[in-house]
């Protein structure tokens, strides 16, 4: 028998690494593996759970400096392959950053100015009509088969009222809704304007920064898993913008040939509702239905809704495979789940930037557990990627 004096005692760390000092109950054998599985799963997940909800704290609390921060990189990687491209050709970098401000605030207030121009030019006029089919409905309500009385009619009118001023309401003040004043808006926009500038004049150099505040050995990672997030944002960036400009041209062009009024702002509006990939334009195209039928009649507005459908049903059979060649794409299912939560958590910017978000996260993510950084590729384009927008080859039929 050895004298336990002789023993070294060692440190607590040490005493805790020997499983031979570590002191059991007897209840520690008769626990299930099933559960003990389970009780190591639920403080892990708990734990994550909360570090989500402090980042999720910080950024409310931050809201003013996170949304135009969000907003400005959304920009860049809109702008991207037009700035880089005129790198390449041995434009100057201050000229080719002055051209792509210069023409995305011309490609801008083009837009704007031809939406106040139709709505100055016809609004009158859609005032007029809506009136007219909104009388015309209350007789049919009351005269035809329902037989509702005018009592009845305003409480619903009523009650559908606020149901749309709540939702309405609850959408515009989400949780990172970009401010409640005029002044928060304008200081917001000054504040991405100038991250913008800063982003296409500096990128590498704010990057590098960046990569400073990780441990000298995970920067090779961060900086590896971070460039393929950036490179996905940016194909996501292109395809919805091509992808918007596509539905803006197909619903607007066949309100103008059914003489829907305002179809140029909602032409625009589709456009910009349709960077919320499968809802937006769908959302935004419902408001042509709604003009087709107070304006010209429920025959026109079913026409109307037939052509937004078959603009949907087209860019999502059609425009987006060949777009992105055979490229692995996020269920339908799982867009509207993350866009849905995000507008849950921020409201209208929650859902704007929910996809890139969670395109981003997944492809760093992927890129860090297969290690795809050491060699500087791409992640491979298996099923653990939810969102890719990197083709990979056909395969084979045998």
């Known amino acids: 028998m050895s004298d336990q004096r002789d023993e070294p005692k060692g440190s607590v760390f040490d005493a805790l690494r020997d499983r031979r000092r570590v002191v059991s109950s007897d209840m520690s054998g008769s626990i299930p593996r099933g559960l003990r599985l389970a009780t190591a799963y639920s403080w892990r997940i708990l734990i994550i759970a909360g570090a989500i909800a402090l980042a999720i704290w910080l950024i409310i609390q931050l809201k003013l400096l996170v949304i135009p921060l969000l907003v400005a990189i959304l920009i860049t990687a809109l702008v991207w392959p037009v700035f880089t491209f005129m790198l390449r050709h041995k434009v100057p970098r201050w000229l ?165 009024p305002l179809a140029i702002p909602v032409a625009v509006l589709v456009f910009l509702g349709a960077f919320v990939p499968i809802v937006g334009a769908v959302v935004t195209g419902t408001l042509a239905v709604f003009l087709a039928l107070v304006y010209n009649g429920p025959w026109t507005a079913l026409w109307m809704l037939i052509v937004v459908l078959g603009v949907q049903q087209l860019e999502g059979h059609i425009l987006q495979p060949i777009l992105m060649g055979s490229a692995v794409k996020v269920h339908p299912l799982a867009v509207v789940l993350v866009v849905a939560g995000g507008a849950m958590i921020a409201g209208i910017p929650g859902a704007l930037f929910a996809v890139p978000l969670a395109a981003f996260v997944n492809v760093v993510a992927v890129s860090l557990s297969t290690r795809s950084w050491e060699h500087g590729g791409a992640p491979p384009p298996s099923g653990d990627l939810i969102w890719n927008q990197v083709p990979r080859p056909r395969r084979k039929r045998t």
């Open 96 to 260: 080719a950053i002055v051209i792509t401000l210069l023409g995305t605030f011309a490609i801008v207030g083009g837009l704007v100015s031809l939406v106040v121009w139709q709505i100055s030019r016809e609004w009158p006029s859609v005032q007029a009509r809506t009136s007219e089919g909104i009388a015309g409905f209350r007789r049919y309500l009351i005269d035809g088969p329902l037989h509702l009385t005018s009592p009845q009619i305003n409480d619903y009118l009523q009650q559908i009222g606020q149901f749309a001023q709540q939702q309405i309401d609850l959408l515009w003040s989400g949780a990172l809704a970009i401010g409640t004043t005029v002044g928060h808006t304008v200081t917001g926009g000054v504040l991405a304007f100038f991250i913008l500038i800063c982003v296409l004049a500096d990128g590498a150099g704010i990057w590098r920064w960046t990569l400073k505040l990780f441990p000298r050995a995970a920067r090779p990672a961060a900086d590896g898993s971070g460039r393929a997030g950036w490179l996905t944002v940016v194909r996501y960036a292109r395809t919805q913008l091509l992808v918007a400009t596509i539905d803006a041209i197909g619903i607007g062009l066949g309100a103008f040939l059914l003489g829907v």
